[in-house]
């Protein structure tokens, strides 16, 4: 799906629900890890073809959002997160999953899906 009527962007909820709406209209036969050029942030995208570059990886057959659960979990388990942001309140590693303008990710069609680390705060 190649237009603007499809984003989402999701944070401080469960990836069993995040994800469905993230592959609603697609599968991913590949992906990538790359910096959110805005951010600075590691994020992991998915793609909904595989291309050959040197970032991409495809992965042996086309996956859902049920069967990237258990990547992206561990995934987040080891990633970078930075420091916890100083708040009075407290912090908690989350995610957040998103797509840009175009239903695309950064300037690459075949990405139509995002993961990356965020600290969800919490106020008192």
Request: proline letters at 5%.
């Amino acid at each position: 799906m190649n237009n603007d009527i499809f984003r989402f962007d999701l944070q401080g909820v469960p990836l069993d629900v995040a994800l469905p709406v993230a592959f609603l209209h697609d599968t991913a036969e590949g992906w990538k890890i790359e910096r959110n050029s805005e951010t600075g942030v590691q994020r992991l995208v998915f793609l909904r073809w595989f291309e050959e570059k040197k970032e991409n990886q495809k992965f042996p057959v086309k996956m859902t959002a049920e069967m990237v659960i258990p990547l992206l979990e561990a995934w987040l388990r080891d990633v970078d997160y930075g420091d916890a942001p100083d708040t009075d309140g407290s912090a908690k590693k989350g995610f957040r999953v998103y797509n840009e303008l175009w239903s695309i990710v950064g300037h690459d069609v075949s990405a139509f899906a995002a993961v990356e680390p965020v600290w969800l705060v919490y106020g008192k």
